[in-house]
């Protein structure tokens, strides 16, 4: 893929995310795709499902995107998603995520954020106080897992 097909393709899967469209979304990855960040980290199919279960469920959802940077077959997007945890709690979460892509799919994807920025922002005092722990992360984690119906990261 040269820069041109590479931001294309970027475009497409966050215009899909911005429509909350999961299934669009799950459909630009490879069946081999890696996902990983700090509260999911998937492999193939379960990645579709994420983003899938993540789009139904999401209240008062928002996505904002730049294509930062497009290379031959690899990129890095940075966003925005704004959005209200658990129906209540307001998110402004912004991420960054680095791309790769074989034949027009994504092949790996890494997403970046500060995780005890959005514990307390969705979680309020709880996330506040032990959003920096390993072990809240994982209870996180596994919650959110179970879900959208994906393993939870170990």
Not at 71 to 92: C, H, M, Q
């Amino acid at each position: 893929m040269d820069e041109k097909e590479t931001r294309a393709a970027l475009t497409r899967f966050y215009d899909a995310f911005a429509r909350r469209d999961g299934a669009a979304m799950a459909a630009l990855y490879a069946p081999d795709a890696v996902f990983d960040d700090p509260v999911f980290s998937l492999r193939g199919a379960d990645i579709g499902r994420m983003w899938i279960g993540l789009t139904k469920g999401a209240k008062d959802f928002s996505v904002v995107y730049e294509v930062a940077r497009a290379g031959t077959g690899s990129g890095t997007v940075n966003w925005t998603a704004r959005y209200l945890f658990g129906g209540k709690n307001p998110v402004v979460n912004e991420i960054v995520s680095e791309i790769e892509m074989r034949d027009g799919l994504i092949v790996r994807q890494k997403d970046s954020f500060d995780f005890p920025r959005w514990a307390a922002q969705a979680l309020g005092l709880p996330g506040t106080l032990f959003g920096r722990f390993g072990w809240f992360r994982r209870k996180v984690s596994a919650t959110a897992a179970a879900r959208v119906g994906v393993p939870a990261k170990t």
